[in-house]
C-alpha cells in the first residue's frame, strides 16, 4: 500500500496536480494506492470516474492539515503501507515523527515553495519539514542547487524529474479544430502555461510583433489564463497582432493537445519574478512528445527539460533581442524538423513507467 499526501490533486488544474496525478496512477500499477488530498469544488464527479482510491479533506485550512495528519496516521496503524509521498513541504510538516519512522518517506520540491530567504520563519519551517523526510525529491538540478542553498543537506536530495503520460490519442475533432486555427500560418508558435509575469508572455507578444516583417504568415497560440489576461489583450491590441495571436483562456485537454501536436515551437522563456521562479517545465516534455521542439528561459530549471541545440534552446526571457534570435536560429534552414525529431526521442525518458522506477528503488 502506498499513501499520498498532496494540497494539489484535479479536477483542480495545474502542473503539480498534473503531477500527483500521474505519480498516483503509476504508482497504482505496482501495489493499491491511498490518496488524501483537499478539497474542491468540482471533486466529487471526478472520483466518481476515477479508479483511484480518494479521501478528501475539507474545513478550514489551519484546520485541515492537523486533520488530514491525524487520518494518515490512523490509516498507517491501521495498514501495511510501503511509503508515504508528499506533494509539498507543508504536506509533511504535521506528520507525526512515528508515523516516519520506520516507513519510507518522499516530499517532492518544485522550487517557489522553497525559495525563502535563509533565517525566515518560513525557511526554518520549510527545513524542518523537509528534514523529517527520508528522501527530498527535486524536479531539476537547479531545484536540488537552491534547496542547498537554502539550508538542506545534499545527503538528503535525489533528483527524478516529473513523469509525462504523453501522448495521447488526439479526436478528429479537435484535431479539425487545430489546423483550422492554424490554417496556412507559419511559424506555428504555441505556450501552455498560467498567464504570470514569470512565464513571460509580454516578451512574447512583443517578440512575434518583431517577427512579422520576417514571417509575414506567423502565428501565436496561447493557453491559459491568470492575472496577466487583461494586459495581454491590451497589449494585443496596441501592437496590431488580431490575427497573429490567439488567447486561448480556456480548452479541453484534448484540444490543447491537438494543438502542441500541430504546432512547431514551444515556447516559453520563462524568467525569475521575484521568488517565482521556474523548476523544471514538464510543459516542455509534453510538446515534446507530439514532435514539438521547444524554447525555454535560462533562468530556473528548464535546461532540464530541453537539451540544448538538439531539442531546442534557451534564452534570456528578459532580453527581446535574445529571443527573437532564438527563433530565428530554431526555423533557420527547417532546423525546427530536426529539433522536433529529437525531442520526441528524449521525451521517451520521461514516461511514467520509467520515472516510477527510481522511486521504487529508493523505496
Known amino acids: 500500500m502506498f499513501v499520498v499526501s498532496t494540497r494539489n490533486f484535479p479536477p483542480d488544474i495545474g502542473g503539480i496536480q498534473n503531477l500527483m496525478e500521474g505519480l498516483s496512477l503509476a504508482l497504482k500499477k505496482h501495489g ?22 480518494i479521501t478528501r479533506i475539507s474545513g478550514f485550512k489551519f484546520f485541515r492539515k492537523y486533520r488530514k ?7 498507517t496503524v491501521n495498514n501495511s503501507v510501503r511509503a508515504l ?43 524542518n519539514a523537509l528534514n523529517k523526510s527520508s528522501f527530498v525529491i527535486a524536479n531539476s538540478e537547479f531545484t536540488k542547487n537552491l534547496v542547498i542553498s537554502k539550508g538542506l543537506q545534499n545527503s538528503k536530495i535525489k533528483i527524478i524529474h516529473p513523469g509525462c503520460n504523453y501522448p495521447i490519442k488526439i479526436g478528429i475533432k479537435d484535431m479539425d479544430l487545430a489546423k483550422e486555427l492554424y490554417r496556412n500560418c507559419f511559424p506555428r ?20 510583433k518583431n517577427l512579422k516583417p520576417r514571417y509575414p504568415k506567423i502565428k501565436y497560440v496561447s493557453i491559459g489564463t491568470g492575472e496577466e489576461m487583461e494586459n495581454l489583450k491590451n497589449l494585443k491590441n496596441e501592437l496590431g497582432l488580431g490575427n497573429e495571436v490567439t488567447l486561448l483562456e480556456k480548452s479541453t485537454e484534448q484540444l490543447k493537445v491537438a494543438l502542441l501536436d500541430q504546432s512547431d515551437l514551444f515556447l516559453m522563456p520563462s524568467i525569475i519574478h521575484k521568488k517565482s521562479v521556474e523548476g523544471f517545465g514538464i510543459s516542455f516534455i509534453e510538446a515534446a512528445s507530439y514532435g514539438t521542439g521547444s524554447i525555454g528561459g535560462k533562468a530556473g530549471g528548464a535546461s532540464d527539460a530541453i537539451k540544448e541545440g538538439e531539442t531546442g534552446y534557451l534564452c534570456d526571457g528578459e532580453d527581446l533581442n535574445n529571443i527573437y534570435e532564438s527563433i530565428v536560429k530554431f526555423y533557420d534552414n527547417d532546423n525546427f524538423k530536426n529539433l522536433g525529431d529529437n525531442a520526441i526521442k528524449f521525451s521517451k525518458n520521461f514516461q511514467w513507467e520509467k520515472i516510477i522506477k527510481k522511486y521504487l528503488k529508493l523505496v
Open 85 to 127: 509521498f508528499f506533494d509539498h513541504w507543508k504536506s509533511i510538516e504535521k506528520i507525526d515523527y512515528k508515523v516516519l519512522k520506520n516507513i519510507p518517506s518522499f516530499c517532492l520540491i518544485h522550487s517557489k515553495e522553497i525559495n525563502h530567504d535563509k533565517g525566515t520563519l518560513l525557511n526554518k519551517r520549510m527545513l
Open 32 to 53: 493499491p494506492v491511498k490518496i488524501f488530498a483537499e478539497k474542491h469544488p468540482n471533486d466529487e464527479n471526478y472520483d466518481r470516474k476515477s479508479n483511484l482510491d
Open 189 to 208: 508558435i504555441i505556450t501552455v502555461a498560467r498567464l504570470d509575469k514569470r512565464k513571460s508572455h509580454r516578451n512574447i507578444l512583443m517578440t512575434i
Open 69 to 75: 495528519a491525524n487520518l494518515i496516521k490512523e490509516f
